[in-house]
């Protein structure tokens, strides 16, 4: 393949994302939902009888090239979002954000393993439990957003919302470096927790977290300096991917931990110390967003594989696509309930923890490359981050009508103007 020849796959993969991504975005969903929807159209090419056009998109080496881009782009929005995950945001609800996420991942993770093991019991434990833990994932972006505009934000349920998704993040990742490791520690077909290699596993993930909050120290007072001497300098931004492409290689490579939780972890490490974190996460964000994850998000649509949607597996997945949406919900609720919330306030912090984006797609993505989990899931994955982006909106601003249309109340006294 000459270079040149993946130019054209890279220009339609970027205008159709940037088109549909637009046509997400004002429809109020996110943008994610467009570039995949621009995956599928491309997809679709495949399918047209004619060589010449199937080789241009489709042939190996123009698959395992797109297959690169995509890999860093995922590493790139793993990144990010460490550097956007603001860990001050925990003391402002402190025991209520925990409780919430422990309930909001436990029930999901609880009911996809459940329903897994029901409709594959000649699966393997590590199987069904993956995908329990792709069911975890959250994004409260789109949720953010209509807060924000019923002016709901900052009140102590919005703020229990965002810092629950932080801790659902981090421990989401956590879960999804436990399985992975297992995986590559060659779990995958019995279930032996005193077997040697497992022990093995579980070491060397500590090992690697605390290695990896080690070495942060160390980058912390290099990025201080850096910072104090020339703010606002792009070596910081530079830099900065260097140490999340360094992270995530050292982490696969050494530690046998996936390589998304390596880049999560150098942004989580650097978004806390960083002055001037928005700054970077603007650069790489811009330099994402510009080529690597729109290719990533359609690739993955790209590459939508409908044979093994038999019967029984058609089955599995709205079951599975059902427990996705009402086990974040009655998990986030319950917890929230317990921490004393109203039973509005409760029902709404569910639909607000429902919502999924990209993360899940990462977390399907390590799973089908792990031989863990069916590909044929993937439309199913599609459609919960599609029906959560659309009902959480709609039923955040009905619960929310009775309060919008009460008049606010006076300051006078009742009787005032009588005579």
């Given at each position: 393949?000459?270079?040149?020849?993946?130019?054209?796959?890279?220009?339609?993969?970027?205008?159709?994302?940037?088109?549909?991504?637009?046509?997400?975005?004002?429809?109020?969903?996110?943008?994610?939902?467009?570039?995949?929807?621009?995956?599928?159209?491309?997809?679709?090419?495949?399918?047209?009888?004619?060589?010449?056009?199937?080789?241009?998109?489709?042939?190996?080496?123009?698959?395992?090239?797109?297959?690169?881009?995509?890999?860093?782009?995922?590493?790139?929005?793993?990144?990010?979002?460490?550097?956007?995950?603001?860990?001050?945001?925990?003391?402002?609800t402190g025991l209520a954000s925990v409780v919430i996420t422990g309930f909001g991942v436990a029930v999901p993770m609880g009911l996809g393993?459940?329903?897994?093991?029901?409709?594959?019991?000649?699966?393997?434990?590590?199987?069904?439990?993956?995908?329990?833990?792709?069911?975890?994932?959250?994004?409260?972006?789109?949720?953010?957003?209509?807060?924000?505009?019923?002016?709901?934000?900052?009140?102590?349920?919005?703020?229990?919302?965002?810092?629950?998704?932080?801790?659902?993040?981090?421990?989401?990742?956590?879960?999804?470096?436990?399985?992975?490791?297992?995986?590559?520690?060659?779990?995958?077909?019995?279930?032996?927790?005193?077997?040697?290699?497992?022990?093995?596993?579980?070491?060397?993930?500590?090992?690697?977290?605390?290695?990896?909050?080690?070495?942060?120290?160390?980058?912390?007072?290099?990025?201080?300096?850096?910072?104090?001497?020339?703010?606002?300098?792009?070596?910081?931004?530079?830099?900065?991917?260097?140490?999340?492409?360094?992270?995530?290689?050292?982490?696969?490579?050494?530690?046998?931990?996936?390589?998304?939780?390596?880049?999560?972890?150098?942004?989580?490490?650097?978004?806390?110390?960083?002055?001037?974190?928005?700054?970077?996460?603007?650069?790489?964000?811009?330099?994402?967003?510009?080529?690597?994850?729109?290719?990533?998000?359609?690739?993955?649509g790209m590459n939508l594989d409908f044979s093994g949607l038999t019967p029984s597996f058609l089955a599995f997945g709205f079951v599975y696509l059902?427990?996705?949406?009402?086990?974040?919900?009655?998990?986030?609720?319950?917890?929230?309930?317990?921490?004393?919330?109203?039973?509005?306030?409760?029902?709404?912090?569910?639909?607000?923890?429902?919502?999924?984006?990209?993360?899940?797609?990462?977390?399907?993505?390590?799973?089908?490359?792990?031989?863990?989990?069916?590909?044929?899931?993937?439309?199913?994955?599609?459609?919960?981050?599609?029906?959560?982006?659309?009902?959480?909106?709609?039923?955040?601003?009905?619960?929310?009508?009775?309060?919008?249309?009460?008049?606010?109340?006076?300051?006078?006294?009742?009787?005032?103007?009588?005579?």
């Amino acid at each position: 393949m000459e270079a040149f020849e993946l130019l054209l796959p890279l220009a339609l993969i970027l205008l159709l994302s940037k088109l549909m991504g637009l046509g997400a975005h004002k429809l109020g969903m996110p943008a994610v939902i467009g570039m995949l929807v621009a995956g599928v159209l491309i997809g679709c090419l495949s399918y047209i009888p004619w060589e010449p056009l199937r080789e241009a998109f489709f042939g190996e080496q123009i698959k395992f090239a797109i297959s690169v881009l995509s890999k860093i782009g995922v590493v790139m929005i793993m990144f990010s979002a460490g550097l956007g995950t603001d860990l001050k945001k925990l003391k402002q609800t402190g025991l209520a954000s925990v409780v919430i996420t422990g309930f909001g991942v436990a029930v999901p993770m609880g009911l996809g393993t459940l329903v897994a093991f029901l409709f594959q019991p000649h699966g393997t434990p590590l199987s069904w439990l993956f995908y329990g833990a792709i069911l975890t994932a959250t994004s409260v972006s789109v949720t953010v957003a209509v807060l924000k505009e019923l002016g709901k934000l900052d009140t102590k349920l919005g703020t229990s919302i965002v810092a629950a998704a932080v801790i659902d993040d981090v421990i989401g990742i956590v879960i999804l470096s436990v399985l992975t490791g297992f995986s590559a520690g060659g779990e995958q077909t019995g279930w032996n927790w005193f077997h040697p290699n497992a022990a093995l596993v579980a070491i060397k993930i500590a090992v690697f977290f605390v290695a990896a909050i080690a070495v942060g120290v160390g980058l912390r007072k290099l990025f201080d300096l850096m910072e104090r001497k020339a703010p606002h300098n792009r070596r910081v931004p530079i830099i900065s991917l260097a140490a999340c492409f360094l992270y995530a290689y050292c982490a696969e490579k050494f530690f046998g931990v996936a390589d998304i939780t390596g880049a999560y972890v150098a942004g989580l490490l650097l978004g806390g110390t960083l002055s001037e974190t928005p700054y970077v996460e603007s650069k790489v964000d811009t330099m994402g967003y510009l080529i690597f994850s729109p290719v990533f998000f359609a690739s993955i649509g790209m590459n939508l594989d409908f044979s093994g949607l038999t019967p029984s597996f058609l089955a599995f997945g709205f079951v599975y696509l059902a427990v996705a949406l009402l086990g974040k919900f009655i998990g986030c609720g319950a917890g929230a309930k317990i921490c004393k919330f109203s039973w509005a306030d409760s029902a709404r912090i569910g639909l607000g923890m429902m919502v999924r984006a990209e993360v899940v797609l990462i977390c399907t993505e390590r799973g089908v490359a792990a031989n863990l989990v069916d590909s044929a899931i993937y439309p199913f994955v599609f459609l919960i981050i599609l029906i959560s982006s659309v009902l959480t909106p709609i039923f955040l601003k009905l619960s929310y009508r009775k309060e919008l249309r009460r008049p606010p109340r006076s300051n006078l006294p009742e009787n005032w103007g009588e005579t």
